[in-house]
């Protein structure tokens, strides 16, 4: 299965069409750290993140995990974790995935620079929560109803092509 972006804002999958936010600095081949801009090219999906305190786990094919309040998103270039998830400390520079609003309730990892990670590359690509369709730094957003539609048509095979 592919789901396809283009640079309108819409995601196409299957015979669903829906709105998308993407990065503040539109879509990018050349994706740096910090350009708010969103990756192109073709990535898996990682595993699909979601808080069990405020959302129930949704029904998928792809691997789940819970958010825990010491998780963080390494997005510091210079660590040996850079891209990764990790347990939250006061040395290293991080995303944090158990947030105050809902954006990360559910979502779920886009493999961008995650298998043999470059430095400066980017980090931090999710396919996350919206409501108002605002630009993001660079992830995908849809809105909770299209996300849990999504996750229940996508598989441990599925691609993502953005462009």
């Known amino acids: 299965m592919l789901i396809t972006l283009k640079n309108k804002g819409f995601l196409n999958v299957d015979d669903f069409i829906f709105k998308c936010a993407i990065g503040i600095n539109g879509i990018k081949l050349n994706k740096k750290e910090g350009d708010r801009a969103t990756p192109s090219g073709k990535f898996s999906l990682g595993k ?3 808080r069990a ?3 129930k ?3 998928t094919k792809i691997p789940t995990k819970i958010i ?3 998780m963080g998103w390494c997005d510091d270039p210079k660590h040996k974790y850079y891209n990764k998830e990790i347990k939250i ?3 290293t520079r991080h995303e944090k995935l158990f947030r105050k609003d809902n954006l990360y309730d559910y979502f779920i990892v886009i493999n961008y620079n995650t298998k043999n990670t470059k430095a400066y590359k ?3 690509i999710f396919l996350h929560l919206t409501k108002n369709y605002k630009k993001t730094k660079g992830c995908l957003a ?3 109803k299209d996300f849990l539609i999504l996750t ?3 598989n441990f095979k599925t691609k993502i092509k953005i462009f």
């Open 48 to 50: 699909l993140y979601y």
């Open 53 to 55: 305190d405020r959302v």
């Open 57 to 59: 786990k949704p029904f």
């Open 68 to 70: 825990k309040k010491n």
């Open 89 to 91: 400390n006061k040395k």
């Open 122 to 124: 980017g980090s931090a």
């Open 142 to 144: 849809l809105k909770k």
């Open 152 to 154: 229940k048509i996508i």
